[in-house]
């Protein structure tokens, strides 16, 4: 079956400029989470998502960043103004249940440049 | 300036040798682990988990080791193959459904 799914898979976007990043999680899956991998680390937890009611964005950088569910299904990352240190890979995750933490199903993530 | 990344620490592999990944967590009262396994270019990909109630869990060529007393966590891979070669990463769940992931390490296994 489909798998999550994620766009654009590249992004170079100038610094100041803001940009988007699209997920689409496994359908009917109800948690979607947010995370940030700079080269050479683990994902890091940046928000997570139950149902359309984003629940916890405590890993959050800045209030650059901002993420929306407003159905319950896709998923986007929003980055203004842009800066170098944004430079990173973002994946996107979901998972079936609402309760108890369960296996989380990745997306292959967008790799966003920031020059 | 220049940024400077980090260095995942490395095992390198005999194929067909086993292999044992290591990973120390940081929170006492977490309850739930997972190991992931990512290859370039890729999302990580679920290998297997563990509850905080088990000491030991095995899969398919995987088997994963709990030790609450000293918080450490080990994956082990029999017979390892060239396809094992990636990173894994151990992701513990702290709070809620928030995981945090150790730096990881990465495998290559020798043909």
């Known amino acids: 079956g489909a798998g999550v799914s994620q766009s654009p898979r590249y992004k170079v976007a100038k610094r100041g400029q803001d940009v988007a990043l699209r997920c689409d999680p496994i359908s009917g899956h109800v948690s979607l989470f947010w995370y940030q991998q700079a080269l050479g680390q683990g994902p890091e937890f940046l928000t997570y998502f139950q149902n359309e009611a984003q629940l916890d964005k405590s890993g959050l950088p800045s209030d650059r960043f901002f993420a929306e569910r407003p159905e319950g299904s896709v998923s986007t990352l929003k980055i203004q103004r842009t800066q170098q240190e944004d430079s990173a890979v973002y994946l996107c995750?979901?998972?079936?249940?609402?309760?108890?933490?369960?296996?989380?199903?990745f997306g292959p993530g967008t790799r966003l440049t920031v020059t | 300036g220049e940024s400077v990344g980090l260095h995942l620490p490395t095992l390198s592999v005999q194929e067909g040798d086993n292999s044992i990944i290591n990973c120390a967590y940081s929170?006492?009262?977490?309850?739930?682990f997972i190991w992931y396994k990512q290859e370039s270019g890729k999302g990580p990909q679920f290998i297997i988990d563990i509850r905080s109630n088990m000491d030991k869990r095995q899969g398919q060529r995987v088997t994963v080791l709990l030790n609450k007393t000293v918080k450490h966590l080990s994956l082990q891979i029999a017979a390892t193959q060239p396809g094992d070669s990636a990173v894994y990463f151990c992701?513990?769940?702290?709070?809620?459904?928030?995981?945090?992931f150790g730096t990881g390490t990465s495998l290559t296994v020798i043909p």
């Open positions: 992701a513990e769940n702290k709070t809620g459904n928030q995981f945090y």
């Open positions: 995750a979901s998972s079936l249940w609402e309760g108890w933490p369960d296996e989380q199903y």
């Open positions: 929170n006492s009262a977490s309850d739930y």
